[in-house]
């Protein structure tokens, strides 16, 4: 680079790093979900990833990436910022070693050597004629603006970096806006809102058979929109939605409530009772509960107006609905034995963690559906599910998608072409194929969306017939328990297997199998969270009063070893 841009960005760096000094003690670690901390501490780190950011679409010849600055469903008073990659995924995990120590530099100048060493690693040419751009979102947090100020004096710091505030947006909204940024189609808001408006009310409820649909409760849905973005996104398109009857609830305006208290899918799966802003009046209807920032959907029902425990439809049935409906399609594509005589086979996929309960898998399996398991955290899933033709995944939490590969998507594409131009137009497999077209544009295909989930399961839901009854009924969930332990070292513990087994200390795992040996349907196993410093424990059996002894037990031996 010519000597006087190299002076140029060595002056910018060295600036911002000093705009930006890291308050003594901080540690930023970029685990499952970017960095996370308290929304006061976090300028230094929202900016270091803005340069993150900027470095990476230099790296990757000027494609837009992400930033999303959230704390998803955690407290208020949380923030965070995640990266996302020009596919709209989550950021190639290669660069976390380099987000880690670019977020712990000490002081300006080891973070210009930073960057500096890490460009000349990866082959990245600074202060040449590059260019960036980096998409920016933020959540309805009170500190997303000051930090969106620290991400863009980051981003600027890289010479030819170009920022775009995208606004308030939900999670999945920005990932949707960077993936079709990159294809080259249309990637506002509104756009996003037009393609999840239309392929739901113009394409997938068209396909709903004539004699299902239900009536008027089947169509009703209440929505917990944890007093965050995501309700406010569907009070804006609601009203468009023909064919459902939507009412929000924490819909995060003025005076409803705060962020994720008391409300939202983590608090309603975790807790399994009814979130705040509910009533005994909403005993038996459909009700949804999204996450701070709308990647996640749980759905439940208030079971009776005595108490307020749930009935819960979590990740893992949301899955089995959504494998159940892709399935019946292929099948009808495949063994229709129509005069038109196309087949499609197609490699389906499913994808799920060790915290899936064993009813859902064991569900999936004998339906003949292929289950595969990854390590927890979306960034896993979702790489296994791109392996597949259609790959579904979902963790137990409810952040999940499904993703339809180019290639599948276009012989699906010229199946429905020639279905329609003959004789076979309405008949059972182009209406087939019509639904697998319908279900790729309507679901989010760049990450985990609770908006784009909710349609599609509405969607499915008509089109079965299917009461929430129904559905909750798929099958019965193996009792579970889950524990956190506080132990002074958790990365002293080593998994392997998918998370399942633990390979140190080997005589952890010993005691693990003995005490699951006593139990039933047992199934135990231990990790280190990636985003708390605890070890977790789950623990499934044929009684609740056996998981939670096989829980506790476990439990006791990691305190034991660990201490
Ligand atoms: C058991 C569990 O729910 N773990 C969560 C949690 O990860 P841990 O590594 O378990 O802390 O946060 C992740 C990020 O949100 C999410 O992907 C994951 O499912
Ligand atoms: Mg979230």
């Given at each position: 680079m010519a000597a006087n841009q190299e002076r140029e960005q060595r002056r910018r760096l060295l600036d911002v790093a000093s705009r930006f000094p890291l308050p003594s003690g901080c540690r930023f670690s970029y685990g499952t979900a970017g960095f996370r901390a308290d929304g006061a501490t976090m300028a230094p780190a929202v900016c270091r990833a803005g340069i993150l950011a900027a470095l990476r679409s230099v790296k990757l010849a000027g494609a837009a990436v992400g930033i999303v600055i959230t704390a998803s469903h955690n407290p208020v008073g949380d923030n965070g910022v995640k990266i996302a990659d020009p596919d709209g995924g989550m950021m190639a995990q290669h660069w976390e070693p380099f987000a880690d120590a670019l977020a712990n530099a000490p002081d300006p100048d080891a973070l210009l050597q930073l960057v500096l060493q890490f460009a000349k690693d990866e082959g990245i040419s600074l202060g040449g004629h590059h260019t960036a751009q980096v998409l920016l979102g933020r959540d309805t947090r009170p500190t997303g603006e000051y930090l969106l100020d620290a991400a863009l004096q980051g981003i600027n710091a890289i010479v030819g970096a170009h920022a775009i505030d995208m606004g308030i947006l939900t999670t999945p909204q920005l990932h949707w806006m960077v993936r079709s940024k990159n294809k080259g189609i249309k990637a506002s808001e509104s756009d996003y809102f037009t393609q999840l408006i239309d392929s739901f009310s113009r394409h997938m409820l068209e396909l709903v058979p004539k004699d299902k649909g239900g009536d008027e409760l089947a169509k009703k849905l209440i929505v917990d929109g944890a007093n965050g973005i995501g309700g406010v996104k569907l009070e804006q398109i609601k009203a468009e939605l023909s064919g459902i009857d939507i009412n929000v609830r924490n819909s995060g305006k003025e005076g409803e409530g705060i962020l994720n208290h008391m409300c939202g899918a983590d608090f309603v799966q975790k807790e399994r009772v009814t979130p705040h802003?509910?009533?005994?009046?909403?005993?038996?209807v459909r009700c949804a509960s999204l996450d701070g920032d709308a990647d996640r959907l749980v759905y439940f029902r208030?079971?009776?107006?005595?108490?307020?425990k749930v009935d819960l439809v979590d990740g893992d049935k949301i899955l089995s609905l959504f494998a159940l409906f892709i399935r019946e399609q292929l099948d009808i594509i495949n063994?229709?034995?129509?005069?038109?005589n196309k087949s499609m086979p197609a490699r389906l996929g499913i994808v799920q963690t060790a915290y899936a309960n064993g009813a859902s898998t064991q569900f999936l399996k004998n339906h003949g559906l292929e289950v595969v398991f990854t390590p927890t955290g979306v960034k896993y899933l979702h790489k296994k599910a791109l392996e597949y033709d259609i790959g579904i995944y979902f963790e137990a939490n409810g952040h999940g998608t499904i993703v339809f590969s180019e290639d599948f998507l276009s012989q699906l594409q010229s199946l429905s072409n020639e279905l329609s131009s003959d004789a076979a137009n309405g008949s059972a497999q182009y209406r087939a194929a019509m639904r697998l077209m319908a279900a790729s544009q309507l679901i989010n295909q760049a990450v985990g969306d609770a908006l784009s989930g909710l349609l599609l399961v509405e969607a499915i839901l008509q089109y079965k017939g299917w009461s929430f009854q129904n559905w909750c009924e798929l099958y019965s969930d193996l009792p579970s328990r889950q524990l956190k332990v506080k132990v002074i070292d958790r990365s002293s513990i080593v998994t392997t297997e998918a998370e399942t087994k633990v390979s140190q200390p080997s005589s952890l795992q010993e005691l693990i199998d003995k005490e699951t040996a006593n139990c039933a349907h047992g199934r135990c196993f231990v990790r280190p969270s990636g985003t708390e410093d605890v070890v977790r424990v789950y623990a499934e059996a044929s009684t609740q009063v056996e998981a939670d002894s096989l829980a506790r037990s476990v439990a006791h031996h990691v305190e034991h070893h660990l201490g």
């Amino acid at each position: 680079m010519a000597a006087n841009q190299e002076r140029e960005q060595r002056r910018r760096l060295l600036d911002v790093a000093s705009r930006f000094p890291l308050p003594s003690g901080c540690r930023f670690s970029y685990g499952t979900a970017g960095f996370r901390a308290d929304g006061a501490t976090m300028a230094p780190a929202v900016c270091r990833a803005g340069i993150l950011a900027a470095l990476r679409s230099v790296k990757l010849a000027g494609a837009a990436v992400g930033i999303v600055i959230t704390a998803s469903h955690n407290p208020v008073g949380d923030n965070g910022v995640k990266i996302a990659d020009p596919d709209g995924g989550m950021m190639a995990q290669h660069w976390e070693p380099f987000a880690d120590a670019l977020a712990n530099a000490p002081d300006p100048d080891a973070l210009l050597q930073l960057v500096l060493q890490f460009a000349k690693d990866e082959g990245i040419s600074l202060g040449g004629h590059h260019t960036a751009q980096v998409l920016l979102g933020r959540d309805t947090r009170p500190t997303g603006e000051y930090l969106l100020d620290a991400a863009l004096q980051g981003i600027n710091a890289i010479v030819g970096a170009h920022a775009i505030d995208m606004g308030i947006l939900t999670t999945p909204q920005l990932h949707w806006m960077v993936r079709s940024k990159n294809k080259g189609i249309k990637a506002s808001e509104s756009d996003y809102f037009t393609q999840l408006i239309d392929s739901f009310s113009r394409h997938m409820l068209e396909l709903v058979p004539k004699d299902k649909g239900g009536d008027e409760l089947a169509k009703k849905l209440i929505v917990d929109g944890a007093n965050g973005i995501g309700g406010v996104k569907l009070e804006q398109i609601k009203a468009e939605l023909s064919g459902i009857d939507i009412n929000v609830r924490n819909s995060g305006k003025e005076g409803e409530g705060i962020l994720n208290h008391m409300c939202g899918a983590d608090f309603v799966q975790k807790e399994r009772v009814t979130p705040h802003g509910f009533s005994p009046e909403d005993v038996g209807v459909r009700c949804a509960s999204l996450d701070g920032d709308a990647d996640r959907l749980v759905y439940f029902r208030m079971s009776s107006a005595s108490d307020n425990k749930v009935d819960l439809v979590d990740g893992d049935k949301i899955l089995s609905l959504f494998a159940l409906f892709i399935r019946e399609q292929l099948d009808i594509i495949n063994n229709n034995g129509s005069q038109v005589n196309k087949s499609m086979p197609a490699r389906l996929g499913i994808v799920q963690t060790a915290y899936a309960n064993g009813a859902s898998t064991q569900f999936l399996k004998n339906h003949g559906l292929e289950v595969v398991f990854t390590p927890t955290g979306v960034k896993y899933l979702h790489k296994k599910a791109l392996e597949y033709d259609i790959g579904i995944y979902f963790e137990a939490n409810g952040h999940g998608t499904i993703v339809f590969s180019e290639d599948f998507l276009s012989q699906l594409q010229s199946l429905s072409n020639e279905l329609s131009s003959d004789a076979a137009n309405g008949s059972a497999q182009y209406r087939a194929a019509m639904r697998l077209m319908a279900a790729s544009q309507l679901i989010n295909q760049a990450v985990g969306d609770a908006l784009s989930g909710l349609l599609l399961v509405e969607a499915i839901l008509q089109y079965k017939g299917w009461s929430f009854q129904n559905w909750c009924e798929l099958y019965s969930d193996l009792p579970s328990r889950q524990l956190k332990v506080k132990v002074i070292d958790r990365s002293s513990i080593v998994t392997t297997e998918a998370e399942t087994k633990v390979s140190q200390p080997s005589s952890l795992q010993e005691l693990i199998d003995k005490e699951t040996a006593n139990c039933a349907h047992g199934r135990c196993f231990v990790r280190p969270s990636g985003t708390e410093d605890v070890v977790r424990v789950y623990a499934e059996a044929s009684t609740q009063v056996e998981a939670d002894s096989l829980a506790r037990s476990v439990a006791h031996h990691v305190e034991h070893h660990l201490g």
